[in-house]
Structure formats: C-alpha cells, structure tokens
C-alpha cells in the first residue's frame, strides 16, 4: 500500500509540472519574432539553479526541473538535500519550474523547493507530511 500512494503521488506531482512546464512552452513559443525586447525576461539568459532541502530523516526519491518545455528528471536521489547543475536558459525564455518528492520520517516532515536565478533567491515552495511532493514554478 505504501509503495501504491507514493507511486500515485509521484504520477500526480509529474502531470502538474508537466501542465505548468507545456504552458510555459506554449507562451515562449507564440512571442513575436521581431526585435523588441520581450517584457519578461528582457531578452536576455539567465542562470539557473534548483534546491530542494528536507527535514532531518527524510530521503529526497526524485526531482523533475527545467526551463519553459524543456524538462529534465533526476531520479535514485537520496538524502535531505538536492541541488541541479547549474541551467543557463535561452535569450527570452519564459519560466523555470521545479518538482521534487520525498518520504519523510512522520507527519510532521517537510520538504522545501527553491529555484535561484541569477544568484538570487526567486521562488519557494513547502510540503509538509510523510508523503511530501513540493514544487515552484518563476516567471523571469
């Protein structure tokens, strides 16, 4: 039964990201192609790293991250922290998302995402329970 529930909450927290990553891809996607500047991301690239960081007895089992439709899983993690390589996004790209599950020790677990642009602290997201899947989506 346990290995039921995690396998259905990963499955959930993977179409979620999906859906968020494909409507990131979407908007990129339909932006002129002319020479103006777009408004988010002022046509430039950025660097981009993804954290995730559990409580004390947890084990991080797998991270999905990426930029606009571009996703990358990271899967057979172990342990209370995670960070991805260092991800240098295209000129103009739309949005960075990131999605990590994890098995906390009781109810009272947690489990924080981070994605860091730039150098820069930009967007958080929480869990908290024994069955945690934390994710965070920045617009640049």
């Known amino acids: 039964m346990k290995k039921t529930r995690i396998s259905q909450l990963l499955k959930g927290t993977f179409v979620v990201l999906l859906a968020t990553m494909l409507m990131g ?10 020479d103006t500047p777009n408004v988010n991301g002022a046509g430039k690239s950025h660097k981009v790293v993804f954290k995730a960081i559990a409580s004390g007895g947890s084990d991080i089992d797998v991270a999905v991250y990426g930029i606009d439709g571009n996703p990358t899983t990271a899967s057979s993690l172990s342990g209370t922290t995670w960070s991805s390589p ?38 958080e997201g929480t869990s908290s329970g024994q069955y945690l899947s934390a994710s965070a989506s920045y617009v640049f």
């Not at 891809?25 to 002319?34: I, P, Q």
């Not at 990131?98 to 820069?120: C, F, M, P, R």
């Open 25 to 34: 891809f979407v908007a990129s996607c339909s932006k002129d192609d002319d």
């Open 86 to 123: 260092e991800v240098t996004s295209e000129k103009g790209a739309y949005n960075a998302n990131v999605a990590v599950n994890a098995v906390g020790t009781n109810a009272s677990s947690t489990l924080k995402v981070q994605i860091w642009v730039d150098g820069e602290l930009k967007k």
